[in-house]
């Protein structure tokens, strides 16, 4: 089992930053990859940004160049540094794990809004 708490997100205005946070605990060596997914009202989950357990990262789209993943494996912790935040990266974020066997593991969720 994994267990994942995320924090850090809120109410910042268009063109401003926030961090979000995850922190992985439990079967820490069975996780494969972590990273972040996003879900508005109405729209289906999507991939915000990945993290293998080799080092690679993969990013949606809509948030390249401007989002960065990273971690601190001392801390379990993946970040999610968002920066030039538009409207439309309005939405709950939810960390993921994947761990060995296919397993995924969520966080519980942070709403990000971002409006002026």
């Known amino acids: 089992q994994v267990q994942l708490v995320e924090s850090g997100g809120g109410l910042v205005q268009p063109g401003g930053s926030l961090r979000l946070s995850c922190a992985a605990s439990?079967?820490?060596?069975?996780?494969?990859?972590m990273g972040w997914y996003r879900q508005a009202p109405g729209n289906q989950r999507e991939l915000v940004a990945l993290?293998?357990?080799?080092?690679?990262?993969n990013y949606g789209n809509s948030v390249k160049g401007r989002f960065t993943i990273s971690r601190d494996n001392a801390k379990n912790t993946v970040y999610l540094q968002m920066n030039s935040l538009k409207p439309e990266d309005t939405a709950v974020y939810y960390c993921?794990?994947?761990?060995?066997?296919?397993?995924?593991?969520w966080g519980q969720g942070t709403q990000v809004t971002v409006s002026s």
């Open positions: 439990g079967s820490i060596s069975t996780i494969t990859a």
């Open positions: 993290t293998t357990r080799g080092g690679s990262t």
């Open positions: 993921n794990a994947a761990t060995w066997g296919g397993r995924n593991y």
